[in-house]
């Protein structure tokens, strides 16, 4: 048997060192998304496989331990043993399966993912290591065949708190494996008992903790209360992070991260036409290391609200989106995007766009704010009977409309309306795939169709009683 004791693998092999990035707020260097993506693609295929893996955890801006590596493994099953340690600025993580076909899957579904919303990103590649002699059980070393639960640890003892508020930058000096930390509430791993990372944290109990890593029982409060991160096929998950519903703390930016686009489906149009009704969209971009995964830059941090308020987990194409709050503070131009499955580039910038719907007060006062439904309010649309109409999203490969009911009068060049839909997914795939669609004409320049959600007849109903706006539509434009 191996032995380990913190200090690394036995061997030596071609690994990182170090990031030669700028710092974090943390001083720890960070890899740009391009030596992230080139960093994933140095796994050396001459490794034969055996039952443990081995992560390296790039960008690692929250501490790693054992109960994080330990969920993120879980829905794999089968984890014997986890030994986390440390090389330089990098966190390396050996994981041991009961078997050969364990390992290999978890390998093949971890390797590329972020544990947080984006950072911590994993890369997987099979250990030299035949088995792991792990000789204790803390943050650090576990051995699940002899303690196969986590929470029957003992608590660790209190001791007397000297100064029962933490420092206001929460950055702390680290000695353990785990990188910086932040304030409860400002990372992925929110909610109450929340993770609060490295140096003295203070807790939603108000206890006050020292030493680079928490007490178990509030890292494991983290993970089962608020952490950010969910497995879905063993990829990254969005989930509502900390600092209340919509996110990380009260330094909220205005970028978000999409999951679950449906590859064959989605473009950066496309996203567009989905998003554009909660706010004006500045930038899209898809992750190339990633795929059906996005990141989009809105005008304000209140219009990402919008968006997880109404759109977390809407099923559209036999995927659930799910959104999450990012780091980032905005997307950098990219120079050279790579091509998506149907040929369009992979980033594209929407500033100046006319099809922005909240370039004015006067614009966004229009807009109605709802979630999704099976109906959807169109207008700006040329005179068509019904069959036409029907026939517009059926040329385009979207569900057809099940019933469709036009509100302006025969008077009008340009007529709105109402398209009912079998379900809220066949309408979510049609405004995807026709929102902005053209209608060519005698004029030089096309009509632009626009869609949104629309209310069902009885919200309707029960605003004209004076019940209300139904799901939380707000104010402007009445999308019946």
Not at 59 to 87: H, L, M, T, W
Not at 273 to 297: D, H, P, W
Request: proline content about 7%; aromatic content about 8%; glycine content about 14%.
């Amino acid at each position: 048997m191996s032995q380990f004791d913190n200090r690394g693998p036995p061997s030596k092999r071609g690994r990182m060192d170090g990031y030669k990035g700028p710092p974090n707020a943390g001083g720890v260097r960070m890899l740009s998304e391009q030596e992230i993506d080139n960093e994933l693609s140095k796994v050396n295929p001459d490794i034969r496989p055996n039952k443990v893996i081995l992560l390296t955890v790039l960008n690692a801006e929250y501490p790693i331990d054992v109960p994080v590596v330990s969920k993120v493994c879980a829905p794999i099953g089968g984890v014997q043993k986890i030994v986390i340690f440390r090389r330089g600025q990098i966190i390396h993580a050996m994981v041991e399966f009961d078997s050969i076909e364990q390992a290999s899957k978890a390998k093949r579904n971890l390797h590329g993912c972020d544990i947080y919303s984006g950072c911590c990103t994993l890369k997987v590649e099979f250990s030299k290591v035949g088995s792991l002699d792990v000789k204790k059980n803390d943050d650090l070393t576990w051995d699940f065949v002899n303690e196969p639960n986590l929470m029957e640890r003992k608590p660790r003892m209190e001791r007397p708190v000297l100064i029962n508020d933490g420092p206001d930058n929460m950055g702390g000096g680290f000695d353990g494996p785990g990188m910086r930390g932040g304030p409860i509430g400002m990372g992925p791993m929110g909610g109450r008992g929340g993770m609060a990372g490295p140096g003295p944290s203070r807790m939603g109990n108000n206890d006050t903790f020292g030493g680079p890593f928490n007490s178990m029982s509030s890292m494991m409060g983290a993970i089962n209360g608020g952490m950010g991160m969910g497995m879905d096929d063993f990829g990254p998950q969005g989930g509502m992070m900390g600092g209340g519903r919509f996110g990380p703390g009260p330094s909220k930016g205005a970028v978000c991260i999409l999951y679950g686009l449906d590859a064959d489906h989605f473009n950066c149009q496309r996203v567009f036409n989905l998003f554009c009704q909660y706010g004006n969209i500045r930038k899209v971009m898809f992750l190339k290391s990633k795929e059906g995964t996005a990141m989009m830059e809105m005008d304000e941090p209140g219009q990402v609200e919008s968006i997880l308020e109404n759109m977390m987990h809407a099923e559209m194409f036999g995927q659930k989106v799910r959104v999450d709050w990012s780091k980032k503070d905005s997307i950098t131009n990219v120079i050279n995007p790579y091509k998506l499955k149907d040929g369009s580039e992979s980033y594209q910038s929407f500033e100046g766009d006319r099809n922005n719907r909240f370039s004015t007060p006067e614009r966004a006062a229009k807009n109605r704010i709802l979630p999704p439904s099976k109906y959807l309010h169109f207008y700006n649309v040329p005179k068509l009977t019904d069959s036409d109409m029907e026939n517009v999203f059926s040329d385009a490969g979207a569900p057809t409309p099940t019933n469709v009911k036009w509100l302006n009068n025969a008077e009008s060049k340009f007529v709105s309306g109402i398209l009912e839909f079998d379900s809220v997914s066949e309408a979510c795939e049609a405004l995807c795939l026709l929102n902005h669609h053209k209608f060519k004409g005698d004029s030089k320049y096309p009509q632009i169709m626009k869609l949104c959600f629309s209310m069902g007849p009885r919200d309707r109903e029960r605003e004209e009683r004076g019940g209300g706006g139904g799901r939380g539509g707000r104010g402007g434009r009445r999308n019946y």
